[in-house]
Nanobody, 128 residues
Framework: QVQLVESGGGSVQAGGSLRLSCAASGRTFSRYHMGWFRQAPGKEREFVAAINRSGGNTYYADSVKGRFTISRDNAKNTVYLQMSSLKPEDTAVYYC?????????????????????WGQGTQVTVSS
């Protein structure tokens, strides 16, 4: 079991920046791929970004490409999401998640049901 705790959410104006953090428990963090998802009111949870176990490979949703950067620090058991040029449509609860397939597969997962553990979420609100 891996426990995840997100932090760094808040309210910003359009064009602003935020950095989300997700701290993981346990000693197996470096074996897993990690992802960020978001869910806006009345909408389904959607993929935002993913990073492989070493941090050497990343993938982004088209809607955030060029504005968001996912990174990780395996020594600190933490994954980050740097968000810049924020737009009102980025408003959502942001979740980090663990993909245990990183132990044996290189491919990054984009579907929420392929992730095994989830944090509680952190709210990001972008005003125009």
């Amino acid at each position: 079991q891996v426990q995840l705790v997100e932090s760094g959410g808040g309210s910003v104006q359009a064009g602003g920046s935020l950095r989300l953090s997700c701290a993981a428990s346990g000693r197996t963090f470096s074996r897993y791929h990690m992802g960020w998802f978001r869910q806006a009111p009345g909408k389904e949870r959607e993929f935002v970004a993913a990073i492989n176990r070493s941090g050497g490979n990343t993938y982004y949703a088209d809607s955030v490409k060029g504005r968001f950067t996912i990174s990780r620090d395996n020594a600190k058991n933490t994954v980050y999401l740097q968000m810049s040029s924020l737009k009102p449509e980025d408003t959502a609860v942001y979740y980090c998640a663990v993909d245990r397939s990183g132990q044996y597969a290189a491919a990054l997962s984009l579907a929420a049901d392929e992730y095994d553990y989830w944090g509680q979420g952190t709210q990001v609100t972008v005003s125009s």
